[in-house]
């Protein structure tokens, strides 16, 4: 059974850093493609960052880009959301979502596309 469990959260003043992981097990991480989303409540899981299985290139949302990276270890099964410049608007409940093979960029960005989910850590940015 594949599981995925998100640490890193926290709370951060305005222009902090932190840097979240999703530990993957029960499958070949090497395999999986690998995004973020964020939750504010009430709301749908808004994409972050992905990054897709056998390839370097990464996708980020407009808001984030530039402040904030996505990366895997396959060695350690991890990926990393590291999360620069943070802003009161980045505040919510940060998923990673796994999915086995490589979709093609258009569905990186749609939550559907996922069939692994980690239970979220909050991230709270805040003067």
């Known amino acids: 059974q594949v599981q995925l469990e998100e640490s890193g959260g926290g709370l951060v003043h305005p222009g902090g850093s932190l840097r979240l992981s999703c530990v993957a097990s029960g499958v070949t991480f090497s395999t999986l493609s690998m995004a973020w989303f964020r939750q504010v409540s009430g709301k749908e899981p808004a994409f972050v960052a992905a990054?897709?299985?056998?390839?370097?290139?990464?996708y980020a949302a407009d808001s984030v880009r530039g402040r904030f990276t996505v990366s895997r270890d396959n060695d350690k099964n991890t990926g990393y959301l590291q999360m620069n410049n943070l802003k009161e608007e980045d505040t919510a409940v940060y998923y990673c979502a796994a999915v086995t093979g490589r979709p093609i960029s258009s569905l990186l960005r749609a939550a559907s596309t996922y069939d692994y989910w980690g239970q979220g850590t909050q991230v709270t940015v805040s003067a």
């Open positions: 990054i897709r299985y056998g390839a370097s290139t990464t």
